[in-house]
């Protein structure tokens, strides 16, 4: 729905290139999926762009472009779904430690 909702916006602004508008979608989706299926979609999310988004640059001015907004995407979903496997990973731990010291804990009765 949010990745309708920005190519929907992106292909409406005749003037100005909303790429950024595609790292909300990107960073949820780094959040829940496995970071494979996220760096697929943050391809999809180029290649929408590109085709939505009105023609400007040809050339190497581009592909320049283009390989900067792709690298911009990556990063932030790799940055994202790492902080989301080390929330995991603390959440864990907690469970854990809350485990242990109940264990340790004298029951009366």
Do not use: W
Not at 8 to 34: E, I, M, N, Q, R
């Amino acid at each position: 729905m949010h990745l309708s909702a920005v190519g929907y916006a992106d292909k409406s602004a005749a003037s100005l290139s909303l790429a950024p508008l595609y790292f909300l979608p990107l960073a949820l989706s780094a959040l829940v999926h496995p970071l494979r299926y996220s760096l697929a979609f943050s391809v999809l999310c180029l290649g929408l762009h590109n085709l939505l988004s009105p023609a400007g640059d040809t050339g190497v001015e581009r592909i320049a472009r283009e390989a900067a907004t792709l690298l911009g995407y990556f990063f932030v979903v790799v940055v994202v779904n790492q902080l989301g496997a080390q929330r995991k990973r603390l959440a864990e731990l907690t469970v854990r430690q809350r485990d242990e010291r109940l264990l340790r804990i004298p029951r009366t009765g």
